[in-house]
């Protein structure tokens, strides 16, 4: 009941922080583009800054939500998995297997980390010019009618969701794959524990491990490498986010050319009418 309560308020706390910093954020960036000059509006594309508006900031909500509500949860599940394994079968030799096997989910993560990124970051810009294309063709209606250009207009757009479609089942690989090699390094630290702890059971010398110091360690080894794999998945939300977070940035970093002077002074209203 202690466990429920606690997951439900933990859970209130961090929906309420992030939706108040992806909040901010919004606000934030509308503040800047509508302090950007023109020349940046003539060129920048409607439905591209929509989808930054919008499914960008959904993408960075999700990671957000990822790193606050379940990554600092599991960092002290894995602690207190590895404090438990300590205290039950001490510096034992399935201790050190364990330890050298909780790495590979680092390798794994570090391995597909630049891939994810970059296709993270072609695909939010995938959406952003098919949702462009499509709100400058449909905005272009009566032209396209008057010319008869709809065929043409199709094609291109059929052309924009096909990058798209692309740039996900991309992206959707590397996520699978990512969860193959967690599954992978999940299921060779059990294999190992249970093949190389039987054996050491079995043996009667120097090294002979305790059945009981096994049964420990292959109840507890979920609590160590289940919290390795989650924090491992956790990165790879993150680094599949950070397309969209790039896209923002680069919005933030184009320069205001046109601002007031910090000693600028507010002009007064108008104390006479002007008629023309």
Do not use: W
């Amino acid at each position: 009941m202690l466990s429920a309560v606690v997951a439900l308020r933990r859970t209130d706390a961090v929906n309420r922080l992030n939706q108040s910093v992806l909040s901010a954020l919004q606000v934030k960036l509308f503040t800047h583009l509508q302090s950007l000059p023109h020349s940046f509006h003539a060129r920048a594309k409607m439905g591209d800054l929509m989808t930054c508006l919008t499914g960008d900031m959904d993408n960075i909500q999700s990671a957000l939500n990822q790193l606050t509500n379940k990554s600092l949860f599991q960092v002290f599940m894995l602690v207190g998995g590895g404090i438990g394994l300590l205290l039950t079968t001490g510096f034992s030799v399935l201790t050190l297997l364990i330890l050298l096997i909780v790495p590979l989910f680092g390798l794994a993560y570090s391995g597909l980390r630049a891939r994810n990124k970059t296709a993270s970051r072609e695909q939010r810009k995938a959406v952003g010019l098919t949702a462009a294309a499509a709100q400058e063709q449909l905005s272009a209606h009566a032209v396209i009618k008057a010319f008869g250009m709809e065929e043409r207009v199709i094609a291109a757009f059929d052309a924009r969701i096909q990058a798209q479609r692309r740039s996900r089942l991309r992206l959707t690989r590397l996520g699978a794959l990512t969860d193959v090699s967690e599954d992978l390094a999940t299921g060779l630290a059990q294999l190992v524990i249970l093949g190389v702890g039987g054996y050491l059971v079995l043996l009667h010398h120097e090294i002979h491990v305790r059945i009981e110091d096994l049964v420990a360690s292959l109840l507890l080894v979920k609590y160590i490498i289940g919290p390795a794999a989650s924090l491992s998945s956790i990165g790879q939300t993150i680094q599949q986010a950070s397309g969209s977070m790039d896209r923002v940035t680069q919005l933030f970093d184009e320069p205001v050319t046109i601002a007031d002077r910090a000693d600028a002074c507010i002009l007064p209203g108008l104390e006479r009418e002007i008629r023309l």
